[in-house]
């Protein structure tokens, strides 16, 4: 499974972006997939998460109600709609497939996008 990653970019605080993860390979839309993000200094964390069939989604605490995963199978697209953002929101977001599992623990993740960064302004 390969995976690019798109849509990062400079917005101010309050604003919205919305990031593109494009797979593919012949199973890609058999993984779960999902978003995380590493900003400056700090540990990599998880964000959001999908199922594979697009029926549950999943949200760190930090970004419920903000932001929104969805996905397209037939495009093998996932989509990261991020709303309201906080300066702390400012990272290098890794588009992801595996396990919800793994995703959610970011460890034993198989396939990684290159990453796109996010930066928040005030």
């Known amino acids: 499974v390969q995976l690019q990653a798109s849509g990062g970019g400079l917005v101010q605080a309050g604003g919205s972006l919305r990031l593109s993860c494009a797979a593919s390979?012949?199973?890609?839309?058999?993984?779960?997939m999902g978003w995380l993000r590493q900003a400056p200094g700090k540990e990599r964390e998880f964000v959001a998460a999908?199922?594979?069939?697009?029926?549950?989604?999943y949200y760190a605490d930090s970004v419920k109600g903000r932001f929104t995963i969805s996905r397209d199978n037939a495009k093998n697209t996932v989509l990261l709609q991020m709303n309201s953002l906080k300066l702390e929101d400012t990272a290098v977001y890794y588009c992801?497939?595996?396990?919800?599992?793994?995703?959610?623990?970011?460890?034993?993740?198989?396939?990684w996008g290159q990453g796109t960064l996010v930066t928040v302004s005030s």
């Open positions: 999908i199922r594979w069939r697009g029926d549950s989604t």
């Open positions: 992801a497939a595996d396990t919800l599992g793994s995703l959610a623990r970011g460890i034993g993740v198989r396939y």
């Open positions: 390979g012949r199973t890609s839309s058999s993984y779960d």
